[in-house]
T-cell receptor, first 116, second 112 residues
Framework: DAGVIQSPRHEVTEMGQEVTLRCKPISGHDYLFWYRQTMMRGLELLIYFNNNVPIDDSGMPEDRFSAKMPNASFSTLKIQPSEPRDSAVYFCASSSGTEDRTDTQYFGPGTRLTVL | GENVEQHPSTLSVQEGDSAVIKCTYS??????FPWYKQELGKRPQLIIDIRSNVGEKKDQRIAVTLNKTAKHFSLHITETQPEDSAVYFC???????????FGSGTRLLVRP
């Protein structure tokens, strides 16, 4: 298995532009997570999906952020309009889902976003 | 909600020495505590985890201990090697969701 796949790996854009980050989870995994990592705030969960349905989006910073999962093998995180404070590394992770919720979350390589 | 505090923020040890990283959590209902290692520019990767019904777990040179009464858990690395140099994150999972709350990270440097 190729693991969690994210694209692009690096994105540089100007303030006000729309940014779309993409993720392909590990095949067969029912849970997908979007995280943001910054020096100031550390690693924080933005949103997670179960079977393509958003379960908890309480970490989404504001209305400029939106996430979708149209099918089991693809998810997007969109920022519109982007701002310099959105600069961060965005990780996607997936897990298989177990009854006691202790299954491993596997992280993708991340997308390093820079908003000028 | 759950809050996880991690100490120290940086740790420098001599190769061969032991390293200990400590975390405390606030939600007494938390039942799962993974530890992730993140090398520079790479993704976080799970190195060990512990469930609330276990007090200690060991995997070769790394071990994790859990004290549910005090709500703290620790990572122990013995016989440290330069390749152990990385940032280590602890995390806690709440009782009713898949939401992992991460500590702020510990940057471990192992000096050759």
């Amino acid at each position: 298995d190729a693991g969690v796949i994210q694209s692009p790996r690096h994105e540089v854009t100007e303030m006000g532009q729309e940014v779309t980050l993409r993720c392909k989870p590990i095949s067969g995994h029912d849970y997908l997570f979007w995280y943001r990592q910054t020096m100031m705030r550390g690693l924080e969960l933005l949103i997670y999906f179960n079977n393509n349905v958003p379960i908890d989006d309480s970490g989404m910073p504001e209305d400029r952020f939106s996430a979708k999962m149209p099918n089991a093998s693809f998810s997007t995180l969109k920022i519109q309009p982007s701002e310099p404070r959105d600069s961060a590394v965005y990780f996607c992770a997936s897990s298989s889902g177990t009854e006691d919720r202790t299954d491993t979350q596997y992280f993708g390589p991340g997308t390093r976003l820079t908003v000028l | 909600g759950e809050n996880v505090e991690q100490h120290p923020s940086t740790l420098s040890v001599q190769e061969g020495d032991s390293a200990v990283i400590k975390c405390t959590y606030s939600d007494s209902a938390s039942n799962y505590f993974p530890w992730y290692k993140q090398e520079l520019g790479k993704r976080p990767q799970l190195i060990i985890d512990i469930r609330s019904n276990v007090g200690e777990k060991k995997d070769q040179r790394i071990a994790v201990t859990l004290n549910k009464t005090a709500k703290h858990f620790s990572l122990h690395i013995t016989e440290t090697q330069p390749e152990d140099s990385a940032v280590y994150f602890c995390a806690a999972l709440g009782d009713s969701s898949y939401k992992l709350i991460f500590g702020s990270g510990t940057r471990l440097l192992v000096r050759p």
